[in-house]
């Protein structure tokens, strides 16, 4: 099982659901809300899209859930200033790619994302590195992420991370790969 990952600069805080976070809870659906509401967040993954409040409020608690069984580890993406969620890492475990994908082998997988305001000010760019070298540091061998070939900004940020690309994974999508 993964340990919580946390990491801090002088404007983001990255972090699990914390106990403390009990206090901030509607906020925090109304936060995945508006990221997994997002026009520019979703253009290349559209079936992540959310509908409801609701629907925010499940994937909250079933990220708590999933992340203490094993499944997948959610990470907040937190902007300190205004304390407000503007993104999200997930890290899939093995088992649950392979109930989505077949392919020949199954590392973690990683996905990121930011809400349109966030994006163009290399978050992303200044927090994977760190955040995949203290994954691998665990004892995880490889991070795998699939990209839409048209999105040149997360193939340039998983570049900058130490991905590779390894090939097609389907006709719209590419394999990237790192390694410990």
Not at 99 to 126: D, R
Not at 131 to 140: K, R, T
Not at 158 to 165: I, M, P, S, T, Y
Request: proline residues 5%; charged residues 25%; glycine residues 4%.
């Amino acid at each position: 099982m993964l340990k919580p990952i946390f990491y801090e600069n002088n404007e983001l805080l990255i972090h699990p659901f914390r106990p403390d976070d009990l206090e901030r809870y509607e906020q925090l659906v109304a936060d995945l809300f508006s990221i997994l509401t997002d026009d520019q967040t979703l253009k290349y993954i559209p079936e992540k899209r959310l509908n409801s409040l609701e629907e925010a409020e499940i994937f909250l608690q079933t990220m708590v859930v999933n992340y203490h069984s094993g499944r997948n580890y959610v990470h907040f993406i937190t902007d300190k200033k205004q304390d407000k969620v503007v993104g999200i890492i997930n890290l899939i475990s093995p088992e649950v790619a392979k109930e989505f994908y077949v392919i020949s082998k199954y590392p973690h997988f990683i996905e990121f994302y930011l809400s349109s305001n966030a994006t163009g000010c290399y978050i992303m760019t200044q927090i994977l590195p760190p955040i995949v070298d203290e994954i691998l540091a665990q004892g995880i061998p490889s991070i795998g992420a699939v990209v839409n070939r048209k999105n040149t900004a997360a193939k340039r940020v998983l570049e900058k991370a130490n991905f590779a690309r390894k090939g097609e994974f389907d006709m719209l999508q590419d394999f990237y790969e790192t390694k410990l």
